[in-house]
């Protein structure tokens, strides 16, 4: 097996291993967007791979972010829901958080940006370290963050309680206000839920 293949298998059994259950209320992981004692609350459930999370990283989360969360009315946090490719999907999610709470969201966004290209390279871990790069982490830093299986379990407790507590199934999912809204929503759709959920 090549070293890339027994890299990506050793993360996707760490994201499979046993966890404990964390509660709904928070998890140490969460990375919001916005002002954090914003009065309406919209969580969104996606995935590194999945390609309509991107488009909505790219085209509708922009005009949400100036309409909603710059202006205080709402905060967004943010929820990996690893799909396949496993390995890749959370070790890219893995990469994202080890940059640390004031560069998560940037490199978020290039990994959401550039999914097309790292995702169908022959060696995506490679196109992930030069995006990683831009955010200032060396390969060594990226190397020791795909060895932490800490990180590895909290994004697979944070993924089961989803599945328990909400039913998601599949990305991208949110939830405004505590109504889930499954599958790639417009920002017109947004919009109309957060405004209800506001009133």
């Known amino acids: 097996m090549k070293p890339l293949s027994r890299l990506l298998a050793a993360i996707a059994a760490l994201f499979i291993a046993n966890t404990a259950s964390a509660a709904d209320d928070g998890y140490k992981i969460d990375q919001v967007l916005g002002r954090p004692d914003a009065p309406v609350t919209i969580i969104e459930y996606a995935s590194t791979t999945c390609p309509h999370c991107a488009a909505f990283h790219k085209t509708t989360l922009p005009r949400l972010k100036a309409e909603w969360l710059d202006t205080g009315r709402a905060k967004l946090i943010y929820r990996d829901f690893p799909t396949g490719p496993q390995g890749l999907s959370v070790g890219a999610s893995m990469i994202a ?12 966004g290039l990994i959401m940006d550039q999914q097309e290209r790292w995702t169908s390279s022959q060696n995506p871990l490679a196109e992930l370290k030069k995006l990683a790069k831009l955010a200032g982490m060396g390969e060594d830093k990226v190397d020791a963050c795909l060895a932490r299986q800490d990180l590895a379990n909290a994004i697979s407790a944070r993924a089961r309680d989803a599945v328990d507590k909400y039913g998601i199934d599949g990305t991208p999912a949110f939830v405004v206000a505590g109504k889930v809204m499954p599958g790639a929503q417009p920002f017109e759709a947004l919009d109309k839920a957060l405004k209800a959920a506001g009133k």
Do not use: I, K, S
């Open 97 to 108: 958080h080890c940059a640390g709470p004031e560069r998560y969201f940037g490199l978020l």
